[in-house]
């Protein structure tokens, strides 16, 4: 059992910075996911912590231990890879078995702690065959299970879910989550799916070349993003964003664009300073309603466009509009909508659901 903090963790290849100042603590038993796209340094991230590559600046502790210097078989971790790097040579039992003869651990003892972990995993059958002759689901279990048979303090996993296939994935992640909460160790779990992050961490950590953008829950990020990356990357489809300006008219503050007026809520002193500025307002797919099928009660702006594509996933219709200013966006309505292809069309927005970004820093005017 571990926490895990990360102080000022700055990591360069030459030039590039891959990590920038990272300052993040990470709770005994936690569930943290780093998210965010290709390349923001989130394998970076893992690898300073299994001590795979070292830091260049900064320091990271696993409990009240500094471990900058220790190497990677004393840190207490066990790490998964996105390619999962099996032994192609070995069996699966010798695969799990592997690091445990490294510790000289006893034959009897290695063969209980497999059989348990194997257990677990639900792979008992494949004991004996190799890496080629498993499924990639097979093969994805196999690598966990090599994982939980040392008993770590801290698991590490690297988008292990990625090379499986979508309904797959999905039983997967209810299998790790559950994992978690049978072992009671650290989980930093890696990956570029806002789905994954948002489904399993306890808080998840969202990256962007190499910083830190926002950590939080799930629901936090989801409903206060800190800045407009956090709120375009969290959420399907993305939330939609309008170029706008803040005024002033009568006694309350509007946001003016070509497509849209929206009253802002009235007392936020916070947006005092932009008026008559230029600002960014980020509006939730599924804050744009079809005008037939509004929840009771709530407050509405017109939002008029052209309906140019339309996806019906079932419990809910995705559409996407044509606004006369030339930019598209993506409303989620009810599944009952008949809004059609080439229809103009008048959808409500929430008024209450708005988000205001300044458009030089992207902060969010919170
Ligand atoms: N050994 C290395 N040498 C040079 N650049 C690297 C090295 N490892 C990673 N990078 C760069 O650092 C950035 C972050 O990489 P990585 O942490 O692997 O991203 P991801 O978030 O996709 O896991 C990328 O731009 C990558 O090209
Ligand atoms: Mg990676």
Redesign the pocket.
Known sequence: MASVTFKSVTKR??D?V?LRDLDIEIGDREFLVFV??????????LRLLAGLDSVTTGDIYIGDRRVNELASRDRDIAMVFQSYALYPHMTVYDNMAFSLELQGLGRGDIQQRVQRAAQQMGIEDLLQRKPKELSGGQRQRVAVGRAIVRNPAVFLM?EPLSNLDAQLRVQARTEISHLHRELESTFIY?T?DQVEAMTMGSRIAI?NQ?VLQQIDTPQAVYSSPKNKFVAGFIGSPAMNFFEGALVEMGDRLWFKSDALSLPLPPTTPQYQRYIGQRVICGLRPEDLHDACYLPPGMVTAPLKGTITHTESMGHEVIVYLALGDGQSCAARVDRRSALALGESVELAVNTTALHLFDPHTEVALI
Do not use: M
């Open positions: 290849y030459g590039f891959a965010g796209p290709s390349g923001c340094g989130k394998t970076t991230t690297d890696v570029h990256l190499g």
